[in-house]
């Protein structure tokens, strides 16, 4: 525990020594690749908070690919026929939290295997979208909000006080989600859930109730990042674009050990690589076949998994059926 | 006056099982009522329903009149109710405070005031005497110590009833003692106690009342002044049992197990087995007496070959056994009762049959080159289940569908009825019930008598004292003592037990 603390702190001041003298060399271009790790890392980060939002209550969520496909379609497609960003974000939402109940209903209610009930939805979601999905539409998007003093500051304002509403919106629920899981009763209450449910049950707190809630909440998590996604980053919508980033977000969440700060972390190294892999080709710096690019996330995964393999506890009621009465 | 706790005609069946049948008890305030009873008589059902753990068919519970609705457990709570279970409802990776605030945390706005929550821990263990740190995380306490986190938790509401399932079943004497104690001065301050057991010793220690179970059904009510352990056990188990164990002297011969400065780690490689020396001749019973937690577990899983040894070795008959490989170590004459018989002592999926060659299955006659001989194995198994009392429908039967007692029995079975010299045995009667801890008792002395070295390590003292004709007293992860039976009194046992010179 202690060894693995100190390796993240060399790790974050490498990377901040890194990224200083890069700023020295270059400050336009380092400053825009850090931007860009920002909005490529945070849809994985949300993405990984709906992972830890179920397995800290003891569900296993893989269907957040599912979520986010089917949440960014809904976006996108309420924003294209009202012409309304904001109705498209609210819809996106709500399906997040539709996903959400679904999966509650057959692993908790129907007490389903939760690995095919998180299937369920990834394959439910792609035939349904695809099936959906007419080419040609257009929708609002938003647009970037500064604020005021604080986007002056030079590299953070551009980094971090110049950006769309969805991602201010998100890095809020990422740090309310931190406090909240480690700081309130309901944190208290979902944790104990997920590593002994007959500790809370016994204690008065309603394992079934906070299951479901906290795994609607978790597809409302998903639903934000599904709009900011199709509605934010990408401004579009087309078939399989969320391209396994709910799978990326589990083995962020793994990584970052279901803490969200861990978990945001990790997803920020992960955004940072792509951003540096996307300068490296715009820049015509490095010769590499698109597809090896494209693979790096991946790769990275692997990678990260490896790492961590071992090292890391998840909750203990992980995917386990509670039943309150045995003989 | 008006009962603290009514239950009237409650029935509860689970598929397959009548657990409770019309049962009707009641608990005036102050008073201790222990609920005595066999493994599988209804009992944790019957306390789960008052707590709303368990929602019953039928019947109602009322509590100071108030009839409570089934299931609801914040209900019961709210009306002074407080549980200590059986199977503790800990949250291993949470701090003591943290454990026993959750379901009623104390708030400062929105978040957890964890100041308020230490205090009022500290405070709590004050008042009932329990000492428990309040930032110690809970896996890394002692059961004792996890019992008395049990204990605090459940009183920290003021209750007006404590409930305890089974709570003395990992305690030393001299914790028991304490438990005991803290009863008594529960009741004296009008708390109502309702306490599960199959110990009859505490029952006549405390309890004014005693209904017992058999069953599913009320077998009878009575109190310690008009009867005796005799007469409890033979309302429990509906028919007269032996308690004391008879047992010839033992004819012990040249040793046969040997342990030569053994180190075992346990499984946060902390040294739990630190050169320990022990000699077991054949035909002789060795107790191994201690409190749980003291290397025991480390010790037979280390001659069994099941965990790793540091250094020091094992002899069987003055061979050497292999280190971490149990099969070859259990070829060579050493059989094994697991302490926990779900995980290493049956496959619960398998059928009893199945079960019952787990260890041999692979040689003759149970198979020939790689191909099972079903016949063999069927006749075995007949053979067994008639010769070892296993109540089961069936040899095709799985050991899930079996109790407790019965599992105990299948793996008992299996490792003395084979061809054995050493016989390693683990708290072989562990949450048994009387009628199967007579028999298994005898199995281990009929092992002994036909010229076997017993191990015993169990947590009950009672069993040590009655069945070894050598204890040894393990603390620290050494022997400290090896005394002979007749000179093996209870307090002294207990004494060195706890670390204590005698």
Redesign the interface.
């Known amino acids: 525990m202690k060894r693995f603390l100190t390796f993240k702190w060399i790790l974050t001041l490498i990377l901040i020594a890194i990224t200083g003298y890069l700023y020295s060399r270059d400050g336009v271009i380092t400053t825009s690749v850090v931007a860009t790790a920002l909005i490529f890392g945070l849809p994985l980060a949300l993405a990984a908070m709906v992972g830890i939002m179920c397995e800290r209550t003891g569900i296993v969520n893989i269907g957040i690919e599912g979520t986010l496909l089917f949440s960014s379609f809904i976006g996108f497609f309420v924003a294209s026929t009202t012409n309304n960003g904001v109705f498209g974000i609210f819809s996106a939402i709500l399906a997040g939290v539709v996903t959400g109940l679904f999966l509650a209903f057959m692993s908790i209610s129907w007490k389903m295997d939760q690995i095919i009930a998180g299937t369920i939805i990834n394959i439910l979601a792609t035939g349904l979208t695809s099936f959906l999905y007419k080419q040609g539409h257009t929708a609002p998007t938003t647009s970037p909000i500064d604020i005021p003093f604080f986007s002056n500051i030079p590299f953070f304002g551009q980094v971090l006080f110049m950006n769309g509403p969805l991602v201010y919106f998100g890095l809020v629920v990422i740090f309310a989600l931190y ?1 909240a899981l480690y ?3 309901w ?3 979902s ?2 859930v997920g ?2 449910p ?9 394992v079934f109730r906070l299951r479901y809630l906290n795994v609607a909440l978790a597809g409302a998590v998903g639903g934000l990042a599904g709009a900011y996604l199709s509605l934010e980053l990408v401004g579009s919508w087309d078939r399989g674009f969320t391209a396994g980033k709910g799978f990326t977000a589990l083995a962020l969440m793994i990584f970052g050990r279901w803490n969200p700060m861990g978990a945001l972390a990790a997803a920020m190294f992960f955004g940072l690589a792509q951003a540096i892999t996307n300068q490296l080709m715009f820049a015509d710096v490095a010769h590499i076949p698109e597809q090896f690019v494209n693979m790096l996330p991946y790769v990275l995964t692997i990678v990260v998994l490896a790492i961590s393999a071992g090292k890391v ?1 998840p909750p ?1 009621a992980e995917g386990q059926q509670y039943e ?2 045995q ?1 | 006056m008006s009962a603290l706790l009514e239950i009237t005609n409650v029935t509860k069946t689970f598929p397959g099982v009548v657990a409770n049948e019309n049962i009707s008890i009641s608990v005036s305030a102050g008073e201790i009522v222990a609920l005595l009873g066999e493994n599988g008589a209804g009992k944790s059902t019957l306390v789960k329903s008052v707590f709303g753990m368990v929602r019953p068919d039928s019947g109602e519970i009322r509590i100071k009149g108030e009839l409570i609705s089934p299931g609801d457990t914040s209900g019961a709570i709210a009306r002074g109710v407080g549980m200590v279970h059986q199977h503790f409802q800990l949250v291993p990776v949470m701090t003591v405070t943290e454990n026993i605030i959750l379901g009623d945390e104390p708030k400062r706005g929105i978040f957890l005031n964890m100041k308020a929550a230490r205090a009022e821990v500290l405070a709590l263990s004050e008042k009932y005497g329990l000492e428990v740190d309040p930032d110690a995380f809970v896996e890394d306490l002692a059961v004792g110590t996890q019992q008395r986190i049990e204990i605090l938790k459940a009183l920290r509401k003021d209750v007006d009833l404590l409930i305890l399932d089974e709570p003395t079943a990992v305690l030393t004497p001299q914790e028991t003692d304490e438990l005991l104690q803290v009863m008594r001065n529960l009741a004296a301050s009008g708390v109502g106690v309702l306490f599960i057991t199959h110990k009859l010793r505490e029952v006549m220690a405390v309890a004014d009342r005693v209904v017992v179970l058999r069953n599913g059904r009320v077998a009878g009510s009575t109190s310690p002044k008009e009867t005796d352990e005799e007469g409890l056990a033979q309302l429990m188990v509906g028919r007269n049992v032996v308690l004391q164990v008879e047992k010839g002297d033992a004819k012990p011969e040249a040793a046969t197990l040997v342990i030569r400065e053994l180190h075992v780690n346990d499984d946060r490689k902390h040294l739990a087995v630190s050169g320990l020396n022990l000699e077991v001749r054949a035909g002789e019973i060795v107790g191994v007496a201690g409190v749980e937690g003291n290397g025991q577990r480390e010790l037979v899983e280390a001659i069994c070959g099941m965990r790793p040894r540091i250094s020091g070795e094992v002899l069987v008959s003055g061979e050497a056994t292999p280190d971490m490989h149990p099969h070859k170590v259990h070829s060579m004459g050493v059989s094994h009762i697991p302490e926990d018989r779900e995980k290493h002592g049956l496959v619960s999926s398998y059928s009893i049959e199945d079960n019952l060659v787990l260890n041999q299955f692979d040689r003759e006659p149970f198979a020939k080159s790689w191909i099972r001989n079903i016949g063999a194995l069927e006749d075995n198994a007949t053979r067994l289940v008639e010769e070892f009392d296993i109540r089961t429908p069936s040899i095709k039967t799985t050991a899930s569908a079996l109790s407790g007692g019965n599992k105990q029995k299948v793996v008992v079975a299996r490792e003395l009825s084979q061809d054995t010299r050493v016989v390693v045995a683990a708290q072989p009667t562990r949450g048994v019930d009387v009628g199967s801890i007579e028999f298994i008792h005898n199995q281990l002395i009929a092992a002994r008598d036909a010229g076997a070295a017993v191990l015993l390590v169990s947590a009950e003292l009672d069993e040590i004292l009655s069945l070894a004709d050598r204890v040894a007293v393990m603390f620290g992860g050494k022997i400290v003592a090896i005394l002979d039976a007749k000179e093996a009194e209870r307090g002294l046992v207990g004494r060195l037990m706890a670390g204590l010179s005698a």
């Open positions: 406090v700081h309130t009763s944190g208290l209450r944790r104990a590593e002994h007959g500790s809370a049950d016994t204690a008065g707190v309603s506890r203990a309150k009465e003989a």
